[in-house]
């Protein structure tokens, strides 16, 4: 029928369109969209303006500002945005660092309150999140069956912006590809099977937690408590500049003093924050903040 709009394949996504949905991205969780993403952000979002009936890209961005069910489509968007590539025991350098380096640090600076508090943020479908908690597991630093007054409490918190990721991750059933990087040794230890899958094992599933939380959303994120140790790693490399700065000072804010943060192996803090100092370690380098360190100041304006 002549005059009738295109729906789908047809539709183009303008420059003045993807600008609009660059910065209501960008402004919303961080993530940056160079000229170059344009014909990816496209191809992504397509198929929703196919299944809304949309004719245009400028009213797929009203309907996520303005219209009925907004929050709904919202995470849709996210789901098809952002990039959630994840495996278990990734960077083993750095996990490494962490088993033999970290956490018998953590288990000094903790050992009178006996609560242990580690966060994935940005833990996409949960594999960092089972990794960690094997590893604390496994170090049996931390004994949970023991006598209450020796028992430790302690907590994985994974939480990512997509909420598909996060349902992902409290299943936990992993094929193959999620063990790329996991030796057999590992995987006897840690995983049994499942229906569809491979599971963790029961004494590391029950360390494991996770939400559905944006990393920029300071109140949503105060509610998981302190930290001890931050992952945000293959996170940040995805923000732009300012929103980069943001995420650090909150995260900054929710480690306890003398906790400490990994970034990606090709992630730093450089032009970012001065705030932690650098932790020497044998087979890597992290971030600490100063055990000195001040609650944060609430009045303090944002940079
Ligand atoms: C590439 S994955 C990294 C997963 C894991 N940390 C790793 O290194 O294997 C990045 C994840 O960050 C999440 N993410 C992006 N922006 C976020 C935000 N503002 N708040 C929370 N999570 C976010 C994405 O949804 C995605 O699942």
Request: glycine share 6%; net charge neutral; aromatic share 10%.
């Amino acid at each position: 029928m002549a005059g009738a709009p295109p729906f789908g394949e047809d539709i183009v996504l303008k420059a003045d369109e993807f600008r609009l949905l660059r910065d209501l991205f960008a402004a919303r969780t961080g993530l940056h969209f160079g000229p170059e993403s344009r014909f990816s952000m496209e191809r992504r979002l397509r198929e929703r303006l196919t299944v809304l009936k949309l004719s245009s890209f400028a009213e797929y961005h009203h309907l996520l500002r303005f219209g009925a069910g907004a929050a709904a489509e919202w995470d849709e968007a996210v789901d098809l945005l952002t990039t959630n590539e994840t495996y278990l025991f990734r960077e083993g350098r750095q996990l490494r660092a962490f088993e033999s380096e970290v956490l018998p640090r953590l288990h000094d600076v903790t050992r009178t309150r006996r609560r242990l508090a580690i966060w994935s943020a940005g833990c996409a479908t949960g594999e960092e999140v089972y990794t960690l908690a094997a590893i604390i597991h496994a170090s049996g630093l931390f004994p949970r069956d023991v006598p209450s007054d020796l028992r430790w409490d302690v907590n994985v918190y994974g939480f990512d912006i997509s909420r598909r990721c996060v349902a992902a991750a409290r299943r936990g059933i992993y094929g193959e590809s999620a063990f790329r990087a996991t030796t057999p040794e590992q995987r006897d230890a840690f995983f049994e099977r499942a229906p569809g899958g491979f599971r963790a094992i029961a004494p590391v599933r029950e360390l494991c937690h996770f939400a559905h939380v944006n990393l920029l959303d300071e109140d949503r994120a105060k509610l998981l408590g302190h930290a001890d140790a931050i992952f945000c790693r293959n996170v940040l490399i995805y923000f732009e500049h300012r929103a980069r700065k943001l995420a650090i000072e909150a995260l900054y804010d929710r480690l306890n003093p003398g906790g400490v943060l990994f970034l990606g192996h090709s992630e730093s803090l450089l032009n970012v924050s001065t705030a932690f100092e650098l932790l020497h370690l044998k087979e890597d380098l992290v971030y600490r903040k100063p055990l000195a360190a001040r609650e944060p100041d609430p009045t303090r304006p944002r940079s």
